[in-house]
């Protein structure tokens, strides 16, 4: 009897408190999260990638941010260079870039960014103009740049500008050279009547010009728009041709830029009467 009390007492005891059967820690729930933030970390960074919504993907990294500065820095320092060529004589230019020769380059680097925008560039007429004839021409390329009139075609080249950056181009005041008088055959002024004193440009060029030989300009068509400011054109040519030259070509017909083609008279009776020189408008950039 007492065992089977003991037998039923132990019984209920076992009833009341059950054993739990041991179990392997259950590791699912916990791999399952660990995928899930994964998973949305994943489609965070892609969204980031793609330009998502989020504020943060919308700053600029700091090498962008750092480039358009420096874009900027170089655009105004161009801007501020352009309206000082534009507004004093080829001296005072040539004093100044002498003082300061990294101004050249920074000048020219801001200067060939704004001839992207344009669809043609003027000095790839005069190229084509030149590679149309006898190789045997010589020529002086005032304000030469880049000097790329002097690498593009055949012909003798004699390169001017303020600075040189190339030992191809000699440094000097456009309006005293050291050519010789009649010395050569074309004379090119690419977008580099600049100075106040334009016109001692033009009459350098007819020193060195041969009889006959020719006068090639290329500028901006904005500054010869009467009608916003510009010179009028029927002005200029009539002062180049009392110079001593007579006019071949007046070429319009490109947006950005007009092309004007002269011949050095073969006999010129000089006067030496007053030229009347029009005020070329100074081409200022606007700030992008």
């Not at 005891?13 to 739990?20: F, G, I, S, Y």
């Not at 005069?126 to 075609?153: E, T, Y």
Request: aromatic fraction near 10%; hydrophobic fraction near 30%; charged fraction near 30%.
């Amino acid at each position: 009897m007492k065992e089977e009390a003991a037998s039923r007492n132990g019984k209920r005891k076992r009833q009341r408190n059950p054993k739990t059967p041991k179990e392997e820690p259950n590791e699912t729930p916990k791999n399952q999260n660990n995928d899930k933030k994964r998973q949305r970390d994943t489609k965070t960074q892609k969204s980031n990638q793609h330009g998502g919504s989020s504020a943060l993907s919308k700053r600029p990294t700091p090498s962008n941010f750092l480039d358009t500065l420096r874009e900027k820095l170089s655009g105004g320092n161009f801007r501020r260079l352009n309206e000082k060529l534009y507004t004093c004589s080829g001296k005072e230019a040539l004093d100044y870039f002498n003082e300061d020769p990294t101004l050249f380059d920074m000048y020219h680097t801001g200067y060939q960014q704004q001839m992207t925008n344009w669809p043609e560039l003027p000095v790839n007429s005069i190229i084509n103009w030149l590679s149309s004839r006898r190789s045997s021409l010589v020529v002086a390329d005032f304000g030469c740049g880049d000097a790329r009139i002097a690498k593009s075609v055949k012909n003798k080249v004699f390169s001017f500008d303020l600075v040189s950056k190339d030992p191809s181009v000699i440094a000097c005041d456009m309006s005293n050279t050291p050519l010789e008088s009649s010395s050569v055959d074309v004379a090119v002024f690419c977008l580099s009547l600049m100075g106040t004193n334009y016109s001692s440009y033009i009459k350098e060029a007819h020193r060195v010009l041969r009889p006959s030989g020719w006068l090639l300009i290329a500028e901006v068509k904005s500054r010869f728009d009467p009608n916003n400011g510009g010179a009028d054109p029927k002005d200029f040519v009539k002062a180049v041709s009392d110079l001593g030259f007579s006019s071949s070509l007046k070429d319009f017909s490109n947006k950005m830029f007009i092309l004007l083609h002269f011949k050095k008279k073969e006999q010129f009776n000089s006067n030496k009467k007053k030229i009347e020189w029009p005020e070329l408008k100074a081409c200022l950039y606007k700030r992008r």
